[in-house]
């Protein structure tokens, strides 16, 4: 008799913050963070932070992902389940909707404009295949930035404390403490 062990379920609240200035009518890059933090069956297991210095907020939530995603990838075994929790619907809408297209199109929008944060997109993108490839299971969440979500509201902490840091030391800050040529290359 052949019995199918039960699958793990690994959960992780992401979220980015970035400090943008306003000069002269432009945007300008400043210091971000990013932060996630990891339950495995709704036991926790970790949290990560980090940052750099010429970002994005977008930047920054896509990172929390990509970084959520390495640590999973450390973790699972065959069958696993990853959910990323995001209070960004630009986050959501790359990888459960325009991502797919973009690559048929060899990575460009329908309207052959650029798009931003591309590296770090792609990145993204593969790790979703190598975790789909081990037959786990990724679903993305939707939730309320700024409001009664606990954990939510506790990743956008991390992030603005490890913006703060960035601000303070000017170190840039990736995945397991690391400095990462993802972060801040625009």
């Given at each position: 008799?052949?019995?199918?062990?039960?699958?793990?379920?690994?959960?992780y609240?992401?979220?980015?913050a970035a400090t943008m200035a306003k000069?002269?009518?432009k945007y300008l890059r400043k210091e971000g963070?990013?932060?996630?933090?990891?339950?495995?069956?709704?036991?926790?297991?970790?949290?990560?932070?980090?940052?750099?210095k010429l970002t994005t907020n977008n930047e920054m939530e896509l990172y929390a992902i990509y970084a959520a995603m390495r640590d999973f990838l450390q973790s699972c075994v065959n069958e696993?389940?990853?959910e990323i929790y995001t209070d960004s619907g630009y986050c959501i809408g790359i990888f459960t909707q325009w991502a797919k297209n973009w690559e048929k199109r060899g990575?460009?929008?329908?309207?052959?404009?650029?798009?931003e944060n591309l590296k770090l997109i792609k990145a993204i993108w593969k790790l979703m295949g190598d975790i789909e490839?081990?037959?786990c299971e990724i679903l993305f969440v939707k939730v309320k930035g700024h409001s009664n979500n606990v954990l939510n509201n506790e990743a956008d902490e991390l992030a603005v404390k490890a913006k703060i840091a960035t601000k303070k030391t000017g170190k840039t800050?990736?995945?397991n403490n690391q400095p990462d040529p993802l972060l801040g290359t625009k």
């Open positions: 008799m052949k019995v199918k062990l039960k699958m793990n379920t690994y959960s609240f992401t979220d980015g000069e002269n009518g963070g990013w932060a996630f933090i990891c339950f495995k069956n709704g036991q926790r297991l970790s949290n990560q932070s980090g940052g750099c696993d389940n990853v990575w460009k929008k329908s309207d052959n404009k650029p798009i490839s081990v037959n800050i990736g995945y």
